[in-house]
């Protein structure tokens, strides 16, 4: 007796019956949506993050001696990138775009626009978990304290990296196009 390989739930594509040649890979209902909700709370704590830049790093509700100091690290020379823009800033600005492109109808997309909106989908998670680790080693390495607000959106980085990195696994970066 012979099995049959396990395949993907496909979507019927619509229109003529040839159309149905090119049915897509299924991405999980929740995980855009997971996404999405990952990516709001990262708007959230970057937005909190922002504030108290502009502000004054005391609204910031952190120890502020020891390791655990968020005002060392928020108003140390390394929060602000080329001297000119607020890491936190940035933060907000990626997770912004990032709630954007993990929208459902961006994870359902085809053709071309579907391919392009996957692999920028892909680059965003991938450039923010660089991010992250560099912004950790500044943290550690030589700036010697550890923010538990910036501790949050790292571990909301890598949330959001894995969700997408699983998605595209799900579908395949070839799938949209």
Known sequence: MTTRPAVAPTTRVPGPPEAADQALPVVSRWLPWAAVLVAMAGVAVASYLTYAHFT???????PDTGVVNCTKVTTSPESVIFGVIPVAVLGLAYFLAMVGLNLPWSWEARGRAGAWLARIRLAGAVVGI???????????LVIGAICIYCTVVHVLTFGLLLLVAAGTAQRGLEAWE
């Open 56 to 62: 004054t790093a005391a609204v910031l509700s952190c």
């Open 130 to 140: 660089g991010f992250v680790l560099y912004l950790v080693s500044m943290e550690i």
